[in-house]
């Protein structure tokens, strides 16, 4: 049965005449041994892996791989494995893929069953910015509309709705974003009369990791049917440069196809979901490892591209005609490429919001702190292993342009990476004599800062002289704002000890007021180590949620994605603002467009109670457990598709 039925309103049973037959339990081969290593307390049920028509996929998976040359895109011949998954089991349900009649369906009930993927409207690109727009309308209705209320709760007399209603509501109201209490066969089953509302909260989260892990499947046959494996473009590629775009895109995408199975299967088996994140932690802990691979190789993923672009007409063509397909909705080639990375860190997300539902100390608490601190793990690695690359890249560049005017300092290291750059000028001494009143009252220097060193130099055309360094922890600002408008860009640097173990006071100006305050904070990110002005601090602890995504373009900024929450460190009046997102804790400058302020102080209470909430139960749970959750749950991860539920 395919969960396609669910939007059909077909919730698969066996008439009552027809006695099901126990599944043979076939010795896996050495092969099938080691797709489904159940080392990390995960087995799938026998029939799964051994039944004839799993092992007819992957017999047509080979053959797929030989065909697909041939296969033209955008015809609608989709060669993806998962494709072949959903053929098989809509030939076993006609009466399986030899022929024999195993259960009587009728012609009706079968035109209704399709394929989960092809039942999202949306690709990915489509169906995850839609579902951030609602996180941002939800605070918005939230934090404005009724200003007044705390967050929570649910006014009957008023008409005021808690924000899990007003979430479902926006999702309801979203074409194409299906609720799990508005398939027929919930709503035919009478468990909405039955659950508490907390717990139908809970199964729309799990349902939304579900249906937007198909979302996210079905862009990623679009990038493999229409780009990978389109024989026009693969012609205008030399070998290594179709590795150079596409990586291991196709381990990416068998890892999304194992996990999308298992999701599926899960709510074959049950219309109330038990659970999804013993299978998200299976899943990461075993097969996810392939996003680290392909998100490293991100950065030479777009070079490359663009080095493509610019030296290959007839590449630049052929992409230019495959990205105005229909299918392709109107979105760029780079999109499907980053949807791996954007996909990882998005479903860590997901699983943060099912935690931030489980009740303490349950079953379902104990999995999502393991499936989060999984993910947690690989988006880590996927974000230290871009930076090291990147980093060392630039310390290379950087070391070939300074010049050392007396000590040579050592900058490339495997512990050290710029923060910020950039030019400043730095106040001369007072004018005593005519002759000095020609010269300019400011010097240009050219600051690098490092995580553990600055360096102050001269530029001359391409290099840069050093004239003075220091460690990072040496270093102390003061804001001169307080002493006048003309000091207002100004700020002293003092560093207690340079290069020649002596005490050095630089006296700089910026271009901006935003600059000054971005270099400040650089410098000296501990507050005690800087004097500021009283104007530079809020008396409250702001939050903001950002509307729109932005790229950072300085070591120092942040990037963001919508709906993101932060908490608001810094500002300037010209434009910027410094702030720490609440799931990751990553700090960093953005501008203010990007972002609107969260005004409700109770929605920023439940905000930072949620983010407190995470982390408490990640280090916890991590090391002293939830225990009676993981005592529970130790049955359920040895495996999660004969999931016990109890009500």
């Known amino acids: 049965m395919s969960v396609a039925t669910l939007f059909r309103g077909k919730w698969g049973q066996k008439p009552k005449d027809v006695t099901e037959k126990q599944p043979v339990v076939v010795q896996p081969s050495q092969e099938e041994h080691d797709d489904d290593d159940s080392s990390t307390g995960f087995s799938r049920e026998p029939i799964r892996r051994n039944s004839r028509f799993y092992r007819s996929m992957r017999k047509k998976r080979l053959i797929s791989s030989e065909q697909s040359e041939n296969l033209l895109p955008s015809n609608g011949e989709f060669s993806s494995t998962h494709a072949l998954y959903n053929q098989n089991a809509a030939d076993k349900r006609r009466g399986g893929v030899g022929g024999k009649r195993t259960v009587e369906i009728s012609a009706a009930s079968y035109s209704q069953q399709r394929d989960f993927t092809a039942e999202m409207t949306f690709l990915y690109q489509e169906y995850r910015d839609t579902s951030k727009q609602q996180e941002i309308e939800q605070r918005r209705q939230r934090d404005n509309l009724f200003p007044g209320v705390k967050a929570g709760t649910v006014g009957t007399d008023s008409g005021v709705m808690s924000p899990p209603v007003l979430q479902l509501q926006l999702r309801n109201s979203a074409q194409s974003l299906t609720l799990w209490q508005n398939l027929e066969a919930v709503q035919a089953s009478g468990l909405l009369t039955q659950l508490l509302h907390k717990e139908i909260i809970m199964q729309e989260a799990m349902f939304e990791l579900v249906t937007s892990e198909a979302s996210y499947y079905k862009s990623l046959e679009i990038l493999e049917t229409h780009f990978l494996r389109n024989p026009v473009l693969v012609n205008t590629l030399s070998q290594s440069d179709m590795h150079f775009l596409f990586s291991n895109i196709e381990e990416v995408m068998k890892a999304s196809e194992r996990f999308l199975m298992d999701l599926e299967h ?20 075993k097969h996810f490892n392939v996003f680290i691979t392909y998100v490293i190789n991100q950065a030479y993923q777009e070079k490359n591209y663009r080095r493509i672009l610019d030296g290959n007409q007839q590449f630049r063509d052929t992409m230019a005609t495959l990205e105005n397909y229909p299918c392709v909705k109107g979105l760029s080639f780079t999109s499907f490429l980053i949807l791996p990375f954007q996909r990882i860190t998005r479903l860590k997300l997901l699983v943060q919001n099912i935690l931030k539902k489980a009740e303490e100390n349950s079953e379902r608490e104990a999995n999502a702190i393991k499936a989060h601190h999984e993910l947690e793990k690989i988006v880590k690695e996927c974000n230290e292993g871009v930076r090291k690359m990147s980093r060392t890249e630039e310390l290379i560049s950087i070391e070939k342009t300074l010049e050392f005017k007396s000590k040579s300092v050592p900058i490339i290291s495997h512990s050290r990476w710029l923060l910020k750059k950039g030019d400043v000028q730095q106040m001369g001494g007072p004018k005593s004599t005519r002759t000095m009143r020609s ?9 690098f800062l490092f ?45 207690l000890e340079n290069q020649d173990e002596r005490e050095v006071n630089y006296m700089l100006k910026t271009s901006s007021m935003s600059d000054k305050l971005r270099w400040i904070c650089a410098l000296t990110p501990n507050r005690r180590t800087r004097f500021m002005s009283t104007s530079a601090h809020q008396p409250d602890s702001p939050q903001v949620q950002c509307i729109q995504s932005y790229s950072a373009q300085e070591p120092d900024e942040l990037s963001t994605e919508m709906a993101d929450v932060l908490n608001l460190l810094e500002r300037t009046d010209d434009g910027w603002m410094m702030g720490e997102r609440l799931h990751d804790g990553e700090r960093g400058w953005f501008p203010s467009r990007v972002a609107e302020e969260i005004q409700n102080k109770e929605v920023r209470a439940q905000n930072l109670r949620e983010a407190i909430r995470i982390q408490q139960a990640h280090e916890g749970g991590l090391h002293a457990g939830a225990k009676s959750g993981v005592r529970a749950g130790r049955h359920a991860l040895k495996d999660p598709t004969h999931y016990k539920w109890t009500k």
């Not at 010269?439 to 600051?447: E, G, M, T």
């Open 266 to 285: 899960r709510i074959e088996k049950s219309i109330l979901i038990p659970d999804v994140c013993d299978i998200v932690y299976y899943h990461a802990a």
């Open 439 to 447: 010269r300019k009252l400011y010097q240009p220097v050219y600051l």
């Open 451 to 495: 995580n553990n060193l600055l360096l102050v130099t001269k530029r001359s055309g391409d290099k840069f002289q050093v004239i003075d360094s220091c460690t990072r922890a040496m270093l102390r600002t003061e804001d001169l704002e307080d002493q006048g408008q003309q000091l207002a860009n100004v700020f002293n640097l003092k560093l």
